[in-house]
């Protein structure tokens, strides 16, 4: 079993940046790249972003088009999430996840494999 572990969460005020980290336990050979999600209370988990190994491409949601970046290791099964312009309503507890294969619509939590607990980003206003 493959354990994710994110890192890079905490405070920030509106306007500012973090940065997240998400290190696998192993290796994750054969896997169609790593992605982030997140949770704000009250509401379902939600896709944020995805960078997949073959060919580096990324995926985002809209609502962080421009303000996030995803980046990733496929070497070390790792991926980094850069957050700037951050706003209140990214406050949520972010989680990194293995998209196991190329198949599959990837904003769906179905097509990923392994999870990890999930780092607490909170924005102020």
């Known amino acids: 079993q493959v354990q994710l572990v994110e890192s890079g969460g905490g405070l920030a005020q509106a306007g500012g940046s973090l940065r997240l980290s998400c290190a696998a336990s192993r290796r994750t050979f054969g896997s169609a790249g790593m992605g982030w999600f997140r949770q ?3 509401k379902a ?3 944020v972003a995805l960078v997949t190994w073959t ?3 990324t995926y985002y949601a809209d609502s962080v088009k421009g303000r996030f970046t995803i980046s990733g290791d496929s070497n070390k099964s790792a991926a980094y999430l850069q957050m ?5 309503e990214d406050t949520a507890v972010y989680f990194c996840a293995v998209k196991g294969s190329y198949a599959g619509t990837y904003y769906y939590e179905n097509v990923y494999d392994h999870w990890g607990r ?3 980003v909170t924005v102020s206003s």
């Open 55 to 57: 060919n580096g491409r």
């Open 84 to 88: 700037t312009s951050l706003k209140p």
């Open 40 to 42: 704000a209370p009250g």
């Open 118 to 120: 999930g780092t607490q």
């Open 45 to 47: 988990r939600e896709f």
